[in-house]
Structures are given as C-alpha cells and as structure tokens.
C-alpha cells in the first residue's frame, strides 16, 4: 500500500512539475513577443512634425 501511495505521489509532482515548466515557458514566450512588438505600435504612432502644425 506504501509504494502504491510513493508511486502516485511522486507521479503527480512529476506532473505539477510539467505544469509549471509550460507555464514558465509561456510566460518567457510572451513576454519575449510583447517587447518585439511593442516597438512597432510606437512606430505606428502620428509624429508631430510640419505636416501637424499646418493644421
């Protein structure tokens, strides 16, 4: 009855390890895709320049 309880123990952290290792990998992953994007929605901004002024 002991290795039957050892064996799922150690099967669910195995597991709750799994879990944590995608998320962690997730998170590096956005945050890597929200720094590369963040950059080009600056660039998309209007600048104010001659053509603003005229108005």
């Given at each position: 009855?002991?290795s039957k309880f050892a ?13 944590l290792g995608f998320a ?32």
């Open positions: 009855m002991n064996a799922g123990a150690l099967t669910a952290l195995i597991y709750f390890q799994g879990l962690g990998l997730a998170t590096v992953l956005l945050k890597e895709r929200a720094d590369v994007s963040e950059p080009a929605h600056h660039a998309s901004l209007p600048h104010a320049g001659p053509a603003a002024t005229a108005l």
